[in-house]
């Protein structure tokens, strides 16, 4: 049943693979499960209930991506996005949580419209090689600072902007120690080399006395304070279409990133470096979106994190699967997804940034109106803390050096168009 509905072994993986990737992924991600309603609870929103809410949002649109797409992609409440919908739109804007998750929902609706008429297919197609190589990098740079800033190698300076953390501390050891086995496992080519070296830290960690935790099984909390809650009529309100979009654009292109770099990294774009079956991925995502704003959250998106589980071997939605229903039992273990520390998968990071950069090596450095925008792209996702950052500045760079080095033969129509929509957008939606 599996191999006729997953297609595994036309995929060169089998079910013992694609679990052990499910779970890998699924490890690199956990964390969203407590930091997602600590984000959201900023606005008066029940911590529970928020909990409840990311881990059935991201089950059920990981659940989507798996059994429908057949893609390795988990998806959950969206980092960053969260921060905006909390301190932005709730926080510096005075809207209730109720209108902004009507203006989630009402940019999930937006998405999946242009998803039907395959207009964000074609966005996403559209994307030149260059760049596409460089968001692949940046991906792979963005995971990098994320995994030294939660190993407290990296830390902010009011000087210099960032700086070195303490070396000598048990974190930041027991990160190094982790990332060394995963790296050496991998080179001895030990299937599940990732999840070895989260679960080994996250051992050592316990026995050092650094995880506290209050048991390992817990009734899930109530869903009721969030559930149906979103005011969609006041998110109709002219003053927030701004914020709709804002939603709309980052979601968009965090998602585009995120599916290029992950089917780049397993090898699952076609011979024309096009994604099959793009479509039923973006109405995923889309329908995750709308479903975790009914239940009480702010943008489900689609992880970067996925990358970790494709490099333990996961090509199929058989490992989205095994994340859908370790995201079930969240509601259930909670405790047991707490225990692990970021500094604990901080090295499986570090580790899939290593391999994702090497996307660069495939770009034409000699052409440097394809190089330059794509170092631009790389660069500008770890320095801005974004994704989508990266790719607005990227498609902007490369639509003005082919048009003032003469190569209009080079753009298409699309890319002309967005990077006319970004330029608007950091004009007068404030970036």
Known sequence: MLEKLFQLKAHGTDVRREVIAGITTFLTMAYIIVVNPSILSATGMDFGAVFVATCLAAAIGTLIMGLWANYPIALAPGMGLNAFFSFTVVGSMGYSWQVALGAVFLSGFIFFLLSVFRIREWIINSIPMSLRFGISAGIGFFLALIAFKNAGIVVDNPATLVGLGDLESLHSLLFFAGFLLICALSYRQVTGAVMIGIIAVTVAAMVLGQVEYDGFVSAPPSITPTLGQLDIAGALNVGL??????????????????????????????KDGKLPRLGRALMSDSIATMSGAALGTSTTTSYIESTAGITAGGRTGLTAVVVALLFLACLLLSPIASIIPPYATAPALLYVAVLMTSGLKLIDWDDVTDAAPAVVTALMMPLTFSIANGIAMGFITYALLKILSGRWSHLNASVVIIALVFIFKFIFLNG
């Not at 804002?246 to 699952?268: C, P």
């Open 241 to 270: 279409v701004s914020i709709v979009f804002a939603f709309l654009f980052v979601d968009l292109f965090d998602t585009s990133g995120t599916l290029i770099g992950a089917a780049q990294r397993g090898g699952l774009l076609d």
